[in-house]
């Protein structure tokens, strides 16, 4: 492998994989991949050498419609900042409650919380844990202790000797305040770790640290140590990550660089970034940010008072876009245009409208929904749910007159090779596996496989003498996917018995 071959061609490895994560330094370098029994979706390059008529699609999500309104007197138009979680079989979601007459960083604001059993209909339960606007008959978990409603964002920790009463985790306040981390045993009631801030502001520094929005942390189970990525400020709205062995003691953040081909993106403001281990990939971390276009206004002011909306809310835009990461300062932006755009008609078109909500979920066992703020800064506030098949973010699509993919080379370890994806009734996909210098192996060569016809999302690829492919683990090769009219989601060589 070449390193002209690389994602990472015509910009300056140093700079631009300083702090970036062992796999991507690895195949920078030009070594062989080794993917294990891991699944790997086509969201980025990685395992990319060659493609002829095909091409990388990002896929759009579905709309599926409001799944809950921020109608309650201590919700109210400026609900947002919202963190999905799911526990076991209930399904959570917090959210910032904020109401008009609400100033931001005050005691007006609150932290809320919906459940589900399905991610597909919510309750906002009576909790009775704290008086707002004269009553306990409410869905807080968090108030009267400014800033820390204003971005609450919690999580749930994903490390293996964490203690039973601190399985939730957070971190809140804005930069006066600094990052104060909170635990909890079950979600609901919430404990200080300490009255300081664990993430202090610092100043100088190389950018200017902004805490308002939402703090995105988790615990990295690939690379064994919690995370952090919050908004700075450089001239536009950018993400840094700072990270911990023990949510107390963080490091100096760095910038996070985003690569797009090989080269660094076009700057952009990144409002919230949503950075979180994708559930059926946890060391592809998947960040559905808001992309905020200041200055940029879609409608106009009488429509802006027909439907309400606070007032300076109708100057700016925003939508969200799709980046990935594998650890380290660098954020994968394989796509430029917009992951989810603004819905018809104005009400859709106003500021931090479309902000995404943390945490995507299974909700069926062929779909994942994410969940996304609207209505902004308007009397119709919602929380709105979409829907993608799993691991249908991007795939690799073949058009009618086909085409192929050639993998770089890789390890794998697992005795059957497995994908997602869909044909037409006319479309294909055969599977081969070289040897690294590209020659067909004996028995797995593109004729030897059996022709994938259908649409699933766990197909085990077949070839005349079996499923079987234990025999090549371990050994470097390449993957040659020949298509058409087709669409390739993901694939994994799994560890269980090829039957």
């Known amino acids: 492998m070449q390193i002209n071959r690389s994602p990472f061609h015509g910009t300056s490895l140093k700079s631009l994989l300083a702090g970036a994560s062992w796999m991507l330094l690895l195949v920078a370098n030009g070594e062989v991949v080794d993917i294990g029994s891991r699944r790997e979706l086509f969201v980025d390059r990685l395992l990319i050498d060659s493609m002829r008529g095909v091409e990388l699609r990002l896929h759009e999500p579905r709309e599926e419609g409001t799944v809950l309104r921020f109608d309650e007197p201590w919700e109210g138009i400026h609900c947002g900042y919202s963190t999905m979680i799911k526990d076991g079989g209930r399904f959570r979601v917090y959210y910032r409650g904020m109401p008009a007459d609400v100033k931001d960083g005050t005691s007006g604001e609150v932290t809320c919380v919906a459940e589900s059993d399905d991610g597909l209909r919510w309750t906002k339960p009576k909790l009775g844990l704290f008086e707002v606007r004269g009553t306990k008959d409410n869905n807080v978990v968090y108030a009267g202790d400014p800033p820390f409603s204003h971005n609450f964002s919690p999580f749930l920790d994903a490390r293996p000797d964490c203690p039973s009463d601190e399985r939730y985790k957070a971190l809140a306040g804005i930069s006066k305040s600094g990052l104060v981390a909170f635990v909890s045993a079950d979600g609901l009631r919430w404990r200080k770790v300490r009255e300081t801030a664990v993430i202090p502001e610092k100043a100088p520094f190389k950018f200017e640290w902004m805490f308002d929005s939402q703090n995105v942390a988790f615990w990295s189970e690939a690379e064994k140590k919690y995370v ?207 040897d690294e210098a590209g020659k067909p192996i004996g028995g797995f060569a593109a004729g030897d496989c059996v022709e994938i016809i259908g649409n699933e999302i766990e197909r085990a690829v077949r070839w005349k003498s079996g499923a079987d492919v234990s025999s090549l683990a371990g050994k470097t090769v390449r993957l040659r996917f020949i298509m058409k009219d087709a669409d390739f989601y993901a694939l994994r060589f799994a560890t269980t018995t090829a039957k």
């Open 228 to 434: 952090c990525y919050f908004r700075v400020w450089e001239g536009v709205r950018r993400i840094a990550r700072t990270e911990s062995s023990d949510f107390v003691n963080w490091s100096d953040p760095v910038l996070m660089k985003q690569i797009t081909d090989g080269k660094p993106s076009p700057a952009e403001d990144l409002y919230t970034n949503q950075t979180d281990p994708y559930f059926r990939a946890p060391y592809l971390y998947v960040a559905v940010a808001a992309r905020f276009i200041p200055g940029r206004q879609a409608i106009s002011d009488e429509d802006a008072r027909a439907l309400k909306v606070a007032k300076g809310y109708e100057k700016d835009v925003s939508d969200a876009v799709l980046m990935t990461t594998r650890g380290g300062n660098i954020y994968d932006r394989t796509f430029l245009s917009s992951f989810i755009r603004p819905g018809i008609g104005p009400r859709n078109w106003v500021s931090r409208n479309n902000y995404p909500a943390l945490g995507i979920v299974q909700t069926s066992p062929t779909e994942m929904s994410l969940y996304v703020n609207q209505d902004y800064a308007q009397p119709t506030a919602h929380l709105k749910r979409y829907s993608m098949r799993l691991d249908g973010f991007a795939s690799v699509q073949a058009p009618y007159a086909g085409g192929e993919l050639v993998t770089k080379p890789l390890k794998f370890s697992g005795a059957k090779l497995e994908l997602n994806f869909a044909t037409s009734a006319a479309g294909s996909i055969r599977v081969e596996i070289q």
